[in-house]
């Protein structure tokens, strides 16, 4: 009688400038190993994300002492999201877990996580119920942003999850389909539906290091999650201009009304003029902005170019490649 194979569990961490935090995941995980590893295969895909540190020299240390970590180099900083989906597309688990590097996502929860798809879900996200040590503008700023994005159209983005989730490979499989340049992968693995599930915790503080998230990667993540996935801002620029053109005719109607039935003189104008022309003048710019940003879209799309490149992997023989 055949003793039947043991299940695959990928673990997906990609890395920007963790040096500091890297010993204590790789220590952390592999306390965590020793619970699941009686029941499951286990492997760690680490993807180095262009790092300035020594971030690559341990991942290559890791990768060559313990046979269950490999390491993917990137040729330089593609940002998080690219370089979760190479991670994405590198892992051959049955499931496939992505956390962030600085123990943020606590590795304890994946023991829930696993639980949740062994009952049958596909998609298995972790929501966060607080925030630890984190200041009240990131707290209130994340609140607001996905409060709006859903409220733009996007409802199937997953309030106050992250990118700490598990898939399992038909679900990972569905959304490596998806040719998106521009990846909001919160967003995209709401769209491929299939059965989900959550766990939530509490988000403890970072254990070292300092996040890599600037107020401007965060702005332009909010812009790519609500261009990505919304058409609304287009509908509300149009509905903005139709507005500011009623007012003005509005107006307009009101001189007249008054100077033929009231005896009034007609105004030399030069205000309503002058706001007249900056309102236009300033709408037409916004609409013209927000028309950008889904065109140059288009056009980075149209490029096909890869969402990222490989320079180097560890163990060798992953050949250096992109993903369109």
Known sequence: MSIPARRRISFVVPCYDEEASLPLLHEALTALFERLEPRYEIEVVL?????????????????????????????RNFGHQAALSCGYDRASGDAVVSLDADLQDPPEVILEMIEKWEAGADVVYAVRESREGETAFKRGTAALFYRAIRALGAGHVRADAGDFRLLSRRALEALRSLPEYHRFVRGMVGWIGFRTDEVRFTRPPRRAGSTKYTLRKMLGFAIDAVVSFSIVPLRLAYLAGALLCVLILGYLGYALVRFLFFGGELEPGWTSLILAVIGFGTMNLVCLGILGEYVGRIYEQTKQRPVYLVKEASPPGSPPEGRG
């Open 47 to 75: 993807v180095d994300d262009g790092s300035r540190d020594r971030t690559w020299s341990l991942i290559r240390d890791y990768a060559e002492k313990d046979p269950r970590f490999r390491g993917i180099s990137l040729s």
